[in-house]
């Protein structure tokens, strides 16, 4: 039996301003939502709680092609962003965002050598990794935060005329695609980062989507149609576990962005360009990922997950000004019962049975398909007399 799950339920919420065109990377933290308008040359502010909007900044000159910097793109005051064009090839941002009505500019860094096209881009609490291509040599670029409003360049990575793709930090390691490697570098001295071990994923293209969950790393691309989970356990000596077609689940494909559920069962990827929304993958076993389910969101792209909901935002044509977001919480079903019990799940479509769940006499938990799903219908039985139970004795629990 494949790992349970809910469809993802649509929240109602919608983050959407006409002028803040193409949202596939923004940053959500401490209940507000920071979507820059990629083409549009600014900065929106929306108030989760609420789903309205509070505040923009617009800047031709150094919001070129904005995006919002992954991992913690908020210090204090601060919202970080970077933009892969502009006067001087491409700027770091800095945004004092302390009044979301009114945010204004601090100050923008740019540097034509180590910094020329600023793309990919990772904070942690006191640094950012800055992956960059468009000269003669890319680089990373290593920047101390220890002055949140004036990040100053310490240290760098050169690639050479190799194309580097996502930069990413996961589990006091950086992992940066150069070609067709992802290599794994140690933090222990975050401004001198040392290489521990490499990856060489069978996307077929430079690496640009990383996601760790556990003690696994899942690693796609936008131009591929599939992805690889690797076991990173042995940061000296990735493990790679299987590689999995998408094309022969949905047919064409171009991932956006991968999200893992905190179980470590369900991998969720977008589809950027050929409309198919949200796919989701059961991957509790790491050597076969199975296809289970998607769900419509047409040309969805970057997905981060905040307070129980996903939230995904638009990377193209009509969706491309707004973030989204559904409820993916998982749940489970807990009871107690005097006899062995069967639940059944059925296809409303046709009726026909298409999954059952077993539990013995006592307490028991189950993990059936959530009834508010309105793709699927859940019965109990009790298994001694075949007689349906009643469903008012089975109480849904939300698991976090």
């Known amino acids: 039996m494949s790992s349970t799950y809910n469809l993802p339920i649509y929240s109602g919420n919608q983050y959407y301003v006409s002028s803040g065109r193409n949202t596939n990377r923004f940053y959500i933290a401490d209940d507000w939502l920071y979507k820059p308008g990629t083409y549009s040359n600014n900065i929106t502010i929306f108030n989760i709680s609420s789903a309205t909007y509070s505040g923009i900044l617009t800047d031709a000159t ?100 190799t194309v580097i793709g996502e930069v990413y930090v996961y589990d006091e390691y950086l992992y940066v695609c150069y070609g067709s490697t992802v290599g794994v570098y140690s933090l222990s001295n975050p401004a001198s980062p040392s290489l521990s071990g490499t990856m060489t994923p069978a996307v077929g293209n430079v690496p640009t989507i990383l996601h760790g969950n556990g003690n696994y790393m899942y690693v796609s691309a936008w131009n591929a149609s599939g992805f690889d989970i690797w076991d990173i356990t042995n940061k000296n000596s990735p493990v790679k576990q299987s590689s999995h077609s998408i094309d022969d689940d949905v047919g064409n494909m171009q991932p956006g962005d991968m999200w893992v559920n905190s179980q470590g069962t369900l991998l969720f990827i977008t589809d950027r360009y050929y409309s198919n929304g949200v796919l989701i993958y059961d991957v509790s076993d790491k050597t076969a990922p199975v296809y289970l389910n998607k769900f419509t969101y047409a040309y969805a792209g970057k997905m981060q997950s905040y307070d129980g909901l996903l939230y995904i935002g638009g990377s193209n044509d009509s969706d491309d000004k707004q973030v989204i977001s559904y409820d993916v919480t998982d749940h489970k079903f807990s009871g107690y019962t005097d006899s062995s019990i069967v639940l059944y799940a059925y296809r409303p479509s046709d009726g026909q049975l298409f999954d059952t769940w077993s539990g013995t006499m006592g307490n028991y938990e189950a993990w059936p398909i959530f009834p508010a799903d309105p793709l699927h219908l859940l019965a109990v039985r009790i298994e001694d007399n075949n007689e349906t139970a009643s469903f008012g004795s089975v109480t849904p629990v939300i698991v976090s």
């Open 62 to 161: 150094y919001f070129i092609g904005a995006y919002a910097v992954n991992g913690a793109a908020v210090k204090g005051d601060y919202l970080y962003t970077v933009s892969p064009t502009g006067g001087t090839y491409g700027y770091l941002n800095v945004i004092n965002v302390s009044n979301k009505t009114a945010p204004t500019r601090t100050t923008s860094k740019a540097d034509a050598t180590y910094m020329y096209g600023p793309y990919y881009a990772y904070a942690t609490s006191d640094y950012i990794y800055i992956g960059a291509n468009g000269a003669a040599n890319n680089y990373v670029s290593i920047w101390s935060l220890a002055t949140p409003s004036n990040p100053t360049r310490v240290a760098q990575i050169s690639y050479s005329s």
